[in-house]
């Protein structure tokens, strides 16, 4: 399958968020499923980049995608072996708040985890973001709107300054309803529920827009009352 699309897809991301899944149901039959260790991630980056690169030897290798920036699980993952497998280092950065827990200092403490087998492992943060809600009857934007908008900034904005190679927010989706991830807000009845673009799609497009070149450093970290 991968012959098919080569020279059109430039990286694979090797399995969603592996640190979450292991232990939330039975495992129906442990003769032909495996749990989600460690090891076993390690051991499906390495298949898929074996198998991958001998159809492309120009594709890049994603992974592990930890669900939180899960730098223990990260770590391990690195160290049986998917460092060798892999190019780019992938983590969903989803948290209460930028700044709980500190996703910068979680960043750094990844980068010196990083920095064991490579100074230039990128990192990306290839899914990540929070939850808005639909557009409210009387066509007025919530408040939950504007915090998310502020929420969704602050983390692209930390993260790139903080060596994000790249920061992807979770996602664009026309056919959401409701509470949903989506960079838009679903419509309602009064305009035959088209959606339209949410605050936080527009905030991050300006954001992104005024960003100085590759290197900016954070001025400074904000006191906290």
């Known amino acids: 399958e991968a012959g098919k699309v080569k020279g059109r897809i430039d990286c694979y991301e090797i399995l969603n968020e592996s640190n979450i899944w292991s232990g939330r149901v039975p495992n129906s039959d442990p003769q032909k499923y495996q749990e989600l260790t460690p090891a076993a991630n390690a051991a499906a980056i390495k298949a898929a980049a074996s198998a991958l690169k001998a ?6 290798i994603a992974g592990p995608t930890t669900c939180h920036t899960d730098i223990n699980w990260t770590a391990n993952v690195l ?4 460092a060798l497998a892999g190019d780019t280092v992938t983590v969903h950065p989803y948290r209460e708040l930028p700044e709980r827990p500190e996703y910068a200092d979680d960043l750094a403490s990844l980068r010196r985890v990083l920095d064991r087998y490579r100074s230039d492992f990128p990192i990306i943060a290839s899914e990540a973001g929070e939850r808005g809600v639909g557009l409210p009857a009387d066509n007025r934007i919530l408040e939950v709107e504007r915090d998310r908008a502020a929420y969704n900034v602050r983390m692209m904005l930390i993260g790139l300054a903080s060596g994000l190679r790249q920061y992807y927010h979770f996602t664009l989706d026309f056919t959401s309803f409701g509470s949903s991830w989506t960079m838009t807000m679903p419509g309602n009845p009064d305009h ?3 959606p339209a673009p949410a605050p936080a799609m527009v905030a991050l497009r300006h954001a992104a827009d ?10 400074h970290r904000a006191a906290r009352n």
């Open 79 to 82: 160290g049986l072996g998917a």
């Open 55 to 60: 159809v492309d030897p120009a594709v890049k």
């Open 210 to 219: 005024r960003l100085e070149p590759p290197g900016a450093q954070p001025a």
């Open 192 to 194: 035959q529920l088209r």
